[in-house]
């Protein structure tokens, strides 16, 4: 059994046909248009803009690897610096010869005319 009663959009009402019942049509006036260029221009404007802030983020993160490399470079200098000095002065004391002390067999005191012992 079929429909009794079909509205559509058209004047034709031959059977054996399919009826649509909504316009594939789209009618686009001034302000749709003018919707439409201001969507379009702000979904363009917002890509810019992450963009140039994607960019300028990549650039400080570069400026501050550079700046921490620099730093590391110089921390490295100073230690060699400092490694050198401490093995010249490693150096230093193994080549200076110590003195041998001698055990002390007795002790003597004589007195001072102060009546001060002196050794």
Do not use: C, W
Not at 2 to 7: H, K, V
Not at 52 to 74: F, Y
């Amino acid at each position: 059994m079929g429909r009794i009663l079909t509205i559509t959009n058209s004047n034709e009402s031959t059977s054996g046909y399919k009826k649509r019942a909504l316009k594939r049509e789209i009618v686009i006036g001034p302000n749709a248009i003018k919707f439409i260029s201001i969507a379009i221009f702000a979904i363009l404007a917002l890509v810019y803009l992450t963009q140039s802030t994607a960019g300028a983020n990549r650039s400080m993160k570069v400026r501050e690897i550079n700046d921490k490399q620099a730093t590391l470079e110089l921390q490295k200098e100073q230690l060699e610096v400092e490694k050198y000095r401490l093995q010249s002065l490693g150096e230093i004391d193994g080549n200076t010869e110590k003195p041998v002390l001698e055990p002390v067999s007795k002790f003597e005191h004589v007195a001072d005319s102060n009546g001060l012992a002196r050794n």
